[in-house]
């Protein structure tokens, strides 16, 4: 059966950090191009970074580049997202997604390309 599960989620101050685990099971991770995204209440949901299965490039959105780190770790079948300075603004629900059919070598951070999602983790930012 294949599962995505995110964790690491939490209440943190604004200029902490977190790091979100999406550990799969069912599926090798490093076959397929993995991203993160979120989604706060009343917005549109939001690619934040992805990385391509092929040579592992990535793409991170520019509210969050020189902040947000994307790694895999392939002995632990887990995609990380490593926050640092968090803002307020960061406050929402983050989802973990493979891209199944996703072959292109750059990374590509758009949903809909997206084919397995997770439940979800919140991230909170407040003081």
């Known amino acids: 059966q294949l599962q995505l599960v995110e964790s690491g989620g939490g209440l943190v101050q604004p200029g902490g950090s977190l790091r979100l685990s999406c550990a799969a099971s069912g599926f090798t991770l490093d076959y397929y191009a993995i991203g993160w995204f979120r989604q706060a209440p009343g917005k549109e949901r939001e690619g934040v970074s992805c990385?391509?299965?092929?040579?592992?490039?990535?793409n991170y959105a520019d509210s969050v580049k020189g902040r947000f780190t994307i790694s895999r770790d392939n002995a632990k079948n887990t995609v990380y997202l490593q926050m640092n300075s968090l803002k307020p603004e960061d406050t929402a629900v983050y989802y973990c997604?493979?891209?199944?059919?996703?072959?292109?070598?750059?990374?590509?951070?758009?949903?809909?390309?997206?084919?397995?999602w997770g439940q979800g983790t919140q991230v909170t930012v407040s003081s």
């Open positions: 990385i391509s299965s092929s040579k592992g490039s990535t």
């Open positions: 997604a493979a891209g199944f059919h996703i072959t292109t070598a750059q990374a590509i951070c758009v949903g809909p390309a997206y084919d397995y």
